[in-house]
T-cell receptor, first 115, second 111 residues
Framework: DAGVIQSPRHEVTEMGQEVTLRCKPI?????LFWYRQTMMRGLELLIY????????DSGMPEDRFSAKMPNASFSTLKIQPSEPRDSAVYFC?????????????FGSGTRLTVV | GNSVTQMEGPVTLSEEAFLTINCTYT??????LFWYVQYPGEGLQLLLK?????DKGSNKGFEATYRKETTSFHLEKGSVQVSDSAVYFC??????????FGKGITLSVRP
């Protein structure tokens, strides 16, 4: 398996622009998670899905952030409009049912810079 | 709620030194415990895990034992290498397969 695949690896955009981050989880994994990592705040869980359904989006910072999972093999995280404080590394992770036995598999992340 | 506390960093060691990174947790029920490692510019990778009390997880020379009586899961390695320089995260699972992470600690190993 190719693992969790994220694209793009790097994104530089201007303030106010829309940004879309993409994630392909491992086939057969029921859960998908979006995290944000910054030096100041560490790893933050933004939202997670179970069987394509959003379960907990309490970590989404504001209405500018939205996430979708239209099918089991694809998810997007969208920021509209983007702001400089959104600059971070965004990770996607997936796990089969029962993360207690398997843990998560993380993608390589998307480094977002908003100028 | 669940929480993970890691020792403050960063940690700098010479090659071949002994490593201990402390991790304690607070959780309801019987969580599984994990150590993740993040090398520069990469995502997090699962290093080792333990799913029940007294289990020992091990990988790449690293070990950690699930101590329920002290609610701890300290990471150890007998002889670190320069290639072990990375950020290390302790984590536990709670309800709904959610992982709770510690803040992470940066390890730098000098030649």
């Amino acid at each position: 398996d190719a693992g969790v695949i994220q694209s793009p690896r790097h994104e530089v955009t201007e303030m106010g622009q829309e940004v879309t981050l993409r994630c392909k989880p491992i086939s057969g994994h029921d859960y998908l998670f979006w995290y944000r990592q910054t030096m100041m705040r560490g790893l933050e869980l933004l939202i997670y899905f179970n069987n394509n359904v959003p379960i907990d989006d309490s970590g989404m910072p504001e209405d500018r952030f939205s996430a979708k999972m239209p099918n089991a093999s694809f998810s997007t995280l969208k920021i509209q409009p983007s702001e400089p404080r959104d600059s971070a590394v965004y990770f996607c992770a997936s796990t089969p049912r029962g993360a207690g036995n398997y843990g998560y598999t993380f993608g390589s992340g998307t480094r977002l810079t908003v100028v | 709620g669940n929480s993970v506390t890691q020792m403050e960093g960063p940690v700098t060691l010479s090659e071949e030194a002994f490593l201990t990174i402390n991790c304690t947790y607070t959780a309801t029920g019987y969580p599984s415990l994990f150590w993740y490692v993040q090398y520069p510019g990469e995502g997090l990778q699962l290093l080792l895990k333990a799913t029940k009390a007294d289990d020992k997880g091990s990988n790449k020379g690293f070990e950690a034992t699930y101590r329920k009586e002290t609610t701890s899961f300290h990471l150890e390695k007998g002889s670190v290498q320069v290639s072990d320089s990375a950020v290390y995260f302790c984590a536990l699972t709670g309800a709904n397969s959610k992982l709770t992470f510690g803040k992470g600690i940066t390890l730098s190993v000098r030649p």
